[in-house]
Each structure stands twice: as C-alpha cells, then as structure tokens.
C-alpha cells in the first residue's frame, strides 16, 4: 500500500491507502478549496474551529449524497419491477 505525506491546510500529514494519486490530488484540492473559502469568510476563527466546520461539511455532504443514492437507488428498483421478466 503506497504511504503519502502531504501539506494539507498547513498541516502534514502521512498516511498509506490504496487510493491512486489523481484521487488524493482531487481530496486535497477539495480540502484546501473550501478551507480557504472559510478562512475568507470566518473572519477571525481559530483553525480548530474553521477546521471543525470544514468537516461537518464535508459529513453533510457525504450524508447528502448517500440519500441521494439511496432514493436513485429505490428509483430504479421500482423502475425494474415494472419490467416484465422473461
């Protein structure tokens, strides 16, 4: 399992995962973007706080897009119990 170590909002970390790089380039952009967008608009907040807000974000957008799955999901099984079988 490959080990990366990165800058990450400051921070360094290492971590191993078997994830490939274009996955943990698009992580870490994700990560930096919206932290830097809640450190212009925090204004003065500590990096614990602002950090803490980035990841309740990041959770209600996981939590979202699971929902989001499941009712596609229930969608399509409806969808196939409509088609007759063979």
């Not at 950090?51 to 799955?69: M, P, Q, V, W």
């Amino acid at each position: 399992m490959p080990r990366y170590t990165l800058a990450l909002v400051g921070l360094e970390v290492t971590f191993k995962t078997d994830a490939d790089q274009g996955r943990i380039d698009a992580a870490r952009e994700l990560i930096e973007n919206r932290f830097a967008d809640l450190v212009r608009t925090g204004g003065n907040i500590s990096k614990e706080k602002l950090l803490t807000f980035l990841a309740l974000g990041l959770a209600d957008d996981y939590l979202e897009s699971e929902a989001k799955l499941r009712r596609l999901e229930d969608r399509i099984s409806g969808m196939l119990e409509k088609v007759p079988g063979p």
